[in-house]
């Protein structure tokens, strides 16, 4: 499994992006995907996933502001992020997890990660 995620950039504080993350083999729909973020300095965090039912979970920071949805038919995750904060820059990377068990945390294949920067 690769996982190709694009969508980083700069943007203004209040503004937003969409992330996306992009997977190879052809069983995607069963997989849970997930965000991480890593900020300088910081250990990486959890920021959101979605289960291969796509039920959605949030980290508390970015409950209401960021949307993780799927598509399937693309073998794609989205995160959509709006009302950006400063402290939302960071480094964001996807991540799978393909075996079938473990918790929304658990993942055994990463992307390369993608650039987010918020200024004020």
């Known amino acids: 499994v690769q996982l190709q995620a694009s969508g980083g950039g700069l943007v203004q504080a209040g503004g937003s992006l969409r992330l996306s993350c992009a997977a190879s083999g052809r069983t995607f729909s069963s997989y849970a995907m997930g965000w991480f973020r890593q900020a300088p300095g910081r250990e990486r965090e959890f920021v959101a996933a979605i289960g291969a039912g796509g039920t959605a979970y949030y980290a508390d920071s970015v409950k209401g502001r960021f949307t993780i949805s799927r598509d399937n038919a693309k073998n794609t995750v989205y995160l959509q992020m709006d009302s950006l904060k400063t402290e939302d820059t960071a480094v964001y990377y996807c991540?799978?997890?393909?075996?079938?068990?473990?918790?929304?945390?658990?993942?055994?294949?990463w992307g390369q990660g993608t650039q987010v920067t918020v200024s004020s």
């Open positions: 991540a799978l997890n393909s075996r079938g068990y473990g918790s929304i945390y658990d993942y055994n294949y």
